[in-house]
């Protein structure tokens, strides 16, 4: 039989980690990152703090239940202050981890004064849900099952702590989303309340994007960049404006393709897997021209 | 130090719950759901008693097989008749849960009784994706690996508790597989038997599409409503026909787009990305009319 | 109370089993599979001996990473070559298992030295997803965030058993990234280095696919087969060889399909949305005809 | 190789359980007893509520700390009813289990009124074992770390349970402190404040036994009934009073036995080893008549 | 700050573990033995199968209790077999593991035609724990909260196991039941029907000890060895007759010491914390001649 | 019904908590202690480092051990530093935890250093267990099924932490082994080599005795204090030598009582159930005067 020669792997794969560390010019013991499982752990309590029925324990008892919130909270907001120093010390691997305390204390507080506005925003979500479906018999049902909500809460939370600087533990919020959803949106991305999604899969927005309220958007939709410009070094240039605009109530259907720093302007529909690069005024319908291929019939 | 302001936020969450409850009208202590986690394992339990050593236990014994299956229906029928019990009593708040008790044990009978129908029915999907993908080596494989089948089991058995008018916990166990998968079948979608879906993310099949037997789709295809009407109150109108009919032996590729009450005739075949809202007759081939752009050379 | 008649569906459940295995001429005790939930384990496993400190233990000491990777690899090496027995005995269910082991062992072995260049492969990813994504901070937070990573960590792992002949192994390993990141990678695929997905959701790349370095591919494209030509017997053919070429430094944008044995030659940019099936010169540029609708303002 | 029947065993196992039934003249389908787990987690959230910071979550901030005591509470009560209902419908099973809830609810909330009650008892308790062991350091250690606090946790619990009637609960709880800490106290004794059991491993302490305040044991102290008298019928007679009294401040050392419903006089000491038939007046001293055994030299 | 130096423990450890091979002249990779772990598991299945609604699944339904024995006593004695193998395995460490498959196999089968006889032995020691305690409401409770019966369950699984060679196992089934009720008896004992152990800590029942029926003990009472001869060399002899006889319908109160291959004759009574090492007759009373020492009173 | 004034109860444990804090003085947030469940979780992984195939993985290949013994390690000590930590900001909560940084971590070191030694005094303890008791087969056996080496692995690892004056740890983990083998052993006691305890349950050995090597226990017996004298404010003494010395060789057989600073000779035996309260010279044999009661017919 042919050897399995771990020690020999071990030794090679530490030869590549050290020679990686080196060509990143990077210390030989790195920072810890924040950790996607313990977020994903403190996005479900918030979101139990905010629906205490319907995401938290739902045989709670009615004189039990801020009790419940108050607990619920307590533990979320400890584990986010820890994530949030290890994000601090990440960025600033040299500075003392125990300097960041006080930040991210700070930081954790802040956040904390802006979960009653969360919750008021997606309540405003779940009514738009509840509008916008043929197919949804209560808002009960939607904040329980709909993929969209899901997405809204990771993101609704994110954006604060994007807001604060705090992007690692941001974009791993909504990656947790991502892939429990399918749904893609950037922290960064600035929505407006009465914010639906349907379906959901496959749709993209992009960290710059900017959406009014009463949007709705379908599955596939992408609001991306259309270019990524290089700099002097042949270096991507990083974070400038390059998202479509949404204004109030668009509605955008499904697999349709906005690029690039354009306005939609408000009150407009864009029909399924249109592909839009340049703005459109308000209240405009864009369609396919030719929206039908012709049927040809088998050859027998 | 900022304050943490814990019961600060605790009062302020439940004046908006408070809020939000005589807005709606509602009960100050709503009743419960029926459980997204409970479902789950519902359906995993479903599943290992219609293929036990595939989804079951790989490990049982030939002469234990039927202990098996029969120990993991009670389990399975035992949870789902506790789950019925909550989804009438929330359908019905005034009335006492203890009423529901006689009513929910008859829907689980019912729906029991189904179950080898519904093995019947994922045989010939099974058979379906076997004979339908070059890739695929065996029936066993396609079990467990393939999304498509899994997103079969559940909207199998979604469905029969759907016909039984159970449609929040249908819609969960849909729910449950399009997280999965990315595929997000509607529980009220009628299909036939010999039904594969290939790859599968993005797809998307309406509560009121009818599907024949034989059909094929691939990714990101969607059967979904075109336009949603509204009431005298600028309400929309809710539960009307509004998706597809696709007769047997129609084949969608990926990235198809078919909108509305229009039916797809037998043996007709929807091109990738191609995009139909109106009927097509039977064995039509509809392709887009360029299918390919032209290649321009890049600027050096 | 309508009676649930365990016993009877049961028993009815068996006959169907028994009917099912009669028509496949299968033997009343099938072989094990290979176990999805197994596999996933051992990818993880493996993914922490190869990136110990950001996908294994964080907060492991620097003077015991070398026992932590050699741990991690023995448990990862063992359970991997206990499937790999489940699998050479399900392909051929006459022998007797013991027979496997030394074939099971001498592939681990195989597949294990093959381990250094997979993260040597790895690490040009993350490199080419920093340099492709305007929206990256470093290479740490895309090593745990980006879906696109997770699937290539699947990929990589499962290409090099699927050249052993492991393709069932191979192909639960890459359906275990599609359920979690929407992209689904055959792992009989092959694909150079420095490869980049954005994004991800709904990604397809066929069996047969050949991919160069440095190419890089947003969300919901395709590289697919055109068609499926049957044999005599009106049976699909299988294995032959029907997906795209890409060479290196292609781009392909959200939404293209590219389907059939066709070649995009080097530094060629496919655009979003956009059909192609036939071969496209190296320096190409391939857009949409059109690529954008005029908006028509909505009625009053 | 010879079978393993087990259709055959399942069937004997089956005949046994009728017959059983039948001898006993028991249904077919027996009510449900109070679950031992259910239970120890009850009591681990009681304690929990009772010292939040030693026996909860250290963790726990200080403004959060009464949020944490009413979330434990409520998750301990509530599981306390349910596990009520189930002991009153145990020991009525021809009537209907809905007809316990009330009933179950008042119980609840009257052993909720004698939590404070039960704290303040511990607080002495914990005293004594400062005060009584001279390895001790802090009061806290001992909370942690003593299974005479232990076990009394679960009696102090129990005891009000038992008095409630509920004597299935209340001996679930004391044998799981049994199990733990080889201490043996039935819920039905009697004990005052100040108690104090060191070391513990074999102590018993009889239903009807009736302890003073600042009374200390050792471990192996029995305080057990001297004879079981039996009725006219030849069957024991149960629950009269068989246990003994021990009056304030007596100290009992290690393995001792007191048996039958005598008297041990206040501030009196029982010696090690020591065999207690009689009562014994107040500030008596009772030891072994000849204490030591003489040595005997070894034969060389 | 000192170094935590942990290659050079490692590699002191590894010194000793070789060195201690090689004093007891053992191969380098020693065989596995039976796991504690997985025997629990097994015991607990096993008290499932014989007492399915006590000790199994309280909420079964009555259609479905003989598919939960049959599914629970298949992977109980499947769990079983493979500790049996390892047993076996090593205990022959030179011989290949899987020609004890059949062995194992058949051990297994002889094993489970005992389970009925076991159930029917369970059942007349709960009617003695039922008949011996003043403090027993029903046999119910004691079968879920006695220790006497949890020891007992394992004793008499594991003294079938024991009568089959397979003493390895079946100390390591007796030592989960003394780590959880501090009762210790060795499962070579031999033990007739109807025996009752009330409080149980601290006894011990040795090897070679035979126990008619109708026998009660209390706790700390020991049937023990009086000495320990030695052979020539100076070492034990092994597993000779010393342990003591109680012939049927003997009582032994709490702490009572009885030593050496004596025997007890039936219907006699030993007092508590009585030592004998001599036989004695049927019939007899045998109490300490002193049985209570004289209270001395306290000086003031 | 009554009401379950959930809120009244919780008011009236913080008043508890509140006065209890005021009449000890304490913090308003008192410091935390080292935690039961982390230590008994370090303990685990020691004793797994110690004998990696017996008490760690089974499974592990030969050139994986040390690999395995590395990293299990690593954890152990990490965790264990953290709870140091704890232990010295629990005994100065008015310094800043972060100073014990560096104390913690060289207290772990010089832990560590003893891990071999530990390892060294084990093995005897093992053969020492092989060579006294008649029903042991092997040294494997006894490591995995007897309480005795169990206790002894906690005791051992923990003396060495109480001699770093770490006595909350050292306490916390004897108590887990008390737990599970009813063995009481102090952290403080010495012990040389080749120890064992037979049985073991009811073992009680106090703070401050001292066993030479080659010593053998039984069952039930106590190394204990004689008496508790006061200090002028009526207080305990705590600390001071109260508990007996065991010289080599010496054997005490079950339920034996010594108290005291009294020194028991070398090569002594000291019979069951006797009671010691002088030293007795090397080579005797101490047994009850009068052994065996007399026994007395019992009247018909």
């Known amino acids: 039989m042919q050897e399995i020669a771990i020690e020999h792997i071990v030794q090679e794969l530490a030869n590549i980690r050290e020679s990686a560390l080196q060509q990143r010019q990077r210390l030989s013991q790195p920072p810890k990152l924040p950790s996607r499982k313990a977020l994903g752990q403190c996005v479900e309590w918030l979101a139990a703090a905010l629906f205490p029925n319907r995401l938290g324990d ?3 008892q009615a004189n039990a239940i801020n009790f419940y ?4 909270l307590d533990k979320a907001l400890r584990e986010l202050q820890h994530q949030i120093r290890l994000e601090l010390a990440f960025k600033s691997p040299s500075e003392p981890i125990n300097q960041f305390r006080t930040q991210a ?28 479906d043929p197919a949804a018999d209560s808002v009960d049902e ?9 997405a809204l809460i990771h993101y609704r939370i994110a ?3 994007h807001g604060l600087g705090l992007t690692i533990i941001a974009r ?14 950037h922290p960064g991305a600035q929505i407006g309340d009465h914010f639906f999604i349907d379906h959901g899969t496959g749709v993209v927005i992009g960290e710059t994007a900017i959406i009014g309220s009463h949007v709705r958007l ?19 240039v990083k974070k400038f404006e390059r998202h479509p605009i949404l204004e109030d109530h668009v509605v955008v259907y499904a697999g349709a393709t906005i690029l690039g720093r354009i306005t939609i302007g408000k009150h407009s529909i864009i029909g399924g897997n249109v592909w839009v690069t340049r703005s459109v005024p308000a209240n405009s319908h864009v369609t396919q021209a030719h929206s039908d291929a012709k049927p040809i019939p088998v050859a027998a």
């Open 69 to 72: 919130v108050g607990t619920t």
């Open 218 to 236: 379908y599955q596939a939709v992408t609001l991306g960049a259309k270019n990524f410009p290089k700099d002097a070094n042949g270096h991507l």
């Open 172 to 185: 791993l919020m909504t990656e947790i989303a991502h892939s429990q959803t399918g749904i893609d949106i």
């Open 105 to 132: 204390h700070n930081f954790t507080a802040q956040f904390s004064e802006q979960l009653p506005h969360i919750r008021l925003q997606l309540d405003t979500d779940l009514e738009a849900a509840y509008q916008g």
């Open 142 to 150: 939607i904040l329980v099952s709909y993929p969209g909500i899901l």
């Open 58 to 60: 739902p045989d709670i």
């Open 159 to 161: 954006h604060v702590l």
